[in-house]
């Protein structure tokens, strides 16, 4: 019996050491999971309402088994307790109350034991694994690491990084790039996350982020902070944009990145799988970084919607094709760069936009004002597009305007104020059909024409509103680069268009500021309520105690 235990507890320690030299963990981590499954044998053979500890030895490999019991008068739990003269026999000198040891005589870890500790040992191997994975890799996100690709499943590429395992998902994948068996492959690891099945290190090779961290290796000045690249977007195994920026003024960050005869930039093309890659010089200009993003297209002119973050690019109509590039990929990269709305339009059509836009609003201040053609028209021609402006506007500059004098701009102020009632009341009165509660006037920021808008969407009580979070009210509708029609087809890629779904009231321009009073005024009947009810819960108590 005595050498079945030796050699039981021979191939455990064995097994300790080779597991803690295999997975790189400290030996004492698995030394106490062989305890714990030691432990668990003895209570199979001793009874498992025993409290049975074990302790063994990292060297000699020697096994204590021990009871703790507590000594008591008069005994009611055999397995855990004992009385007075029991206890005497045990621990000389033991006193009521005492908790002492009973030893217990070495078990004969048999097959199925041996088994069951193997399994409890390597399930503590395997957290204490997983736990080293995930603290070595947890602050690496943002790293370019290389690893051998260990296998391909349904899509998602698996690849073994030494001491851990991180997947390349189907979306992050270069298209049409061959994914082999014991292949190096280089990635960026986009985030790190603590899993149940363990940690899950995600890799990329299709986010912008992983060419900047290629041209950072590539680029001395890139890596020593003299150049940065301030924006960047993909179009994954295809085309790419870049736009760089010089801290010196003597180093070209263009020339810099392309390098002797394009030996920089053609290292980085070669690990894209021969992505098309055009430098551009990054401006604090927005027109200007524009009219380099575009390129190679020539842009006569750019118009900034700052509000609605919206850009007109004005090209010769010779130029449309080239500006839009093939399937759009031209402005639609040039527009991930900007972070903005890029509307492609040719002089053409950008003059019968000018023409329709300056006959809409003559249109309007000629119906609303009750004037003349002329004056209309001379209105929009002085820069007027909207009722407010010719309300609101000084006398004085109105008066300046060549042609009209101080009793015509009083008149037509006059005018102007009447006719934003008439609206005002007609938005009232389509509100009111609407049902929604005159409440929602008196909060502020709220004009007729929002709460008409607000009806619409079912929006139409104080807790409709209240329920709303700020951006569900007041984010501005999404979109990116659109054609405009008679240009080439649009992408197979589904485009954001303006009526996809934004905020409520985000077409009316509303600050987040605003859009927090707006809410948080929409809740303050919350807390009068709650208030009140306070109040008559502590009258309640008092009329109780009285």
């Known amino acids: 019996m005595a050498s079945a235990i030796s050699a039981n507890r021979a191939e455990l320690l064995a097994i300790a050491t080779s597991v803690a030299t295999e997975k790189m963990i400290d030996k004492s981590i698995v030394i106490e999971a062989m305890e714990e499954a030691i432990q668990k044998s003895a209570r199979n053979r001793y009874g498992a309402e025993n409290d049975i500890r074990a302790k063994l030895d990292p060297k000699s490999g020697d096994l204590r088994l021990w009871r703790v019991v507590e000594v008591v008068e008069e005994v009611e739990d055999y ?117 149940n099945r363990g940690p899950q290190i995600f890799l990329s090779r299709a986010h912008p982020e992983f060419m900047k961290k290629l041209f ?136 019968e936009k000018r023409q329709r836009e300056f006959s809409e609003r003559s249109k309007m201040f000629e119906e609303e004002l009750d004037v003349d053609e002329t004056l209309s028209q001379l209105l929009v021609a002085e820069g007027f597009t909207e009722m407010e402006e010719v309300a609101y506007i000084g006398i004085e500059e109105l008066a300046s305007i060549e042609g009209f004098d101080e009793e015509l701009a009083e008149e037509l102020q006059s005018r102007a104020v009447e006719a934003l009632e008439r609206r005002d009341a007609a938005h009232r009165e389509a509100r009111r059909t609407l049902g929604v509660e005159d409440d929602l006037a008196e909060l502020p920021h709220l004009t007729e024409a929002m709460l008409v808008t607000l009806g619409k969407a079912g929006i139409k009580t104080l807790d409709d509103l209240a329920d709303l979070a700020t951006d569900e009210l007041i984010a501005k509708k999404r979109a990116e680069p659109r054609r405009r029609e008679g240009s080439t087809p649009a992408p197979p890629r589904r485009a954001m268009r303006e009526e996809d779904k934004g905020g409520v009231l985000g077409e009316y321009g509303l600050s987040e500021e605003q859009g927090n009073e707006i809410i948080m005024a929409a809740r303050a009947h919350w807390f009068e309520d709650e208030s009140s009810a306070g109040d008559n819960g502590e009258a309640a108590d008092a009329d109780t105690s009285q």
Not at 95 to 102: A, E, M, R, S
Not at 222 to 248: L, N, Q, T, W
Not at 290 to 308: F, G
Not at 327 to 350: C, F, H, K, P, Y
Request: with cysteine; hydrophobic share 40%.
């Open 79 to 195: 397995f855990k307790q004992v009385d007075l003269k029991q206890a005497e026999k045990l621990e000389p000198g033991a006193k009521l109350g005492d908790f002492i040891v009973d030893p217990l005589p070495p078990v004969d870890l048999g097959r199925i034991d041996a088994q069951s500790a193997k399994q409890v040992i390597f399930q503590k191997v395997r957290d204490a694994e997983r736990d080293r994975q995930y603290e070595e890799f947890k602050d690496r996100a943002g790293e370019v690491i290389t690893g051998v690709i260990k296998s391909v499943e349904f899509g998602h590429v698996i690849v073994n990084l030494g001491r851990a395992e991180g997947v390349i998902r189907r979306d992050q994948q270069i298209p049409r790039e061959a994914a082999r068996v014991g292949e190096r492959v280089r990635a960026w690891i986009m985030k790190v996350e603590r899993q």
């Open 216 to 351: 950072a290796q590539e680029v001395p000045e890139i890596y020593d902070g003299i150049i940065e690249i301030k924006a960047a977007a993909r179009d994954p195994g295809s085309r790419a944009k870049i736009g760089v920026i010089s801290r010196d003024s003597s180093i070209d960050p263009v020339g810099a990145c392309v390098g002797m005869k394009g030996s920089r930039v053609q290292a980085v093309v070669q690990e894209l799988q021969g992505e098309k890659i055009d430098i551009i010089p990054w401006s604090e200009d927005t027109a200007t970084f524009i009219v380099n993003a575009l390129q190679p297209a020539t842009v006569s002119r750019v118009v900034i919607d700052e509000e609605e973050s919206r850009i007109e690019v004005v090209v010769p109509d010779d130029q449309l094709s080239l500006a839009i590039g093939r399937r759009g990929q031209n402005v639609r990269l040039a527009s991930q760069l900007t972070g903005s709305q890029i509307d492609i339009m040719t002089e053409q059509e950008a003059s």
